[in-house]
């Protein structure tokens, strides 16, 4: 389940670029002790170290990024970092049935409009966090037409929850 939180733009910008820095600063570390490991260790069985660097440099973001799920995710610098992350994975989860949604939000289905109002939600705070000011004023009306449906049909516009399952119903499934 996912919640959208209230998040200074400036705040969140700045964490996000910090853990960055420090997620690079990992990554160059042990991407060139690994690319020089590689070279050093393996250079006598092939002729071509620029095969063996960008090797040890791919194993060095490998073990960057095992560090990062396993040690860091759960840091309080990470917080901002991973709440975009998860941010952005449960608008590609709508964004992966949007048609469908919008088709039921269109017959007035209470889950659908449910979710596409979470989804604007959404997106506007993430193009608020990232400073995208041209497509908040893309979605603007349509954000604006949603809610007075809400409002007219009764629903609740405050949207600020999601959990993937509720899209489940929407999504195409083959026969195996």
């Known amino acids: 389940m996912f919640e959208i939180k209230d998040i200074d733009p400036a705040f969140y910008r700045k964490q996000t670029r910090n853990a960055t820095l420090k ?5 160059i570390v042990i991407g060139m002790i690994t690319a020089t490991s590689f070279v050093e260790y393996l250079g006598p069985y092939s002729s071509n ?3 063996l660097n960008l090797l040890g440099a791919f194993v ?3 073990i960057t990024g095992l560090i990062v799920r396993f040690f860091f995710k759960d840091s309080a610098w990470m917080n901002e970092a991973m709440y975009g992350w998860r941010l952005k994975r ?3 989860h709508i964004t992966n049935v ?25 997106l506007t705070q993430m193009y608020q966090l990232e400073e995208n000011s041209h497509e ?26 999601f959990d993937p399952s509720m899209v489940e119903e929407y999504k195409d499934h083959e026969a195996s």
């Open 23 to 27: 997620i690079m600063a990992i990554f």
């Open 49 to 51: 170290h620029i095969v």
């Open 90 to 92: 449960s608008l590609m």
């Open 60 to 62: 060095g973001l490998v």
């Open 136 to 161: 908040l004023i893309e979605i603007k009306s349509e954000k604006e037409q949603l809610v007075q449906r809400l409002v007219n049909l009764g629903i609740d516009i405050n949207q600020t929850r």
């Open 98 to 122: 949007i048609d469908k949604v919008k088709a039921k939000a269109n017959h007035d289905d209470e889950k659908a409009l449910k979710i596409l109002r979470f989804y604007h939600l959404g």
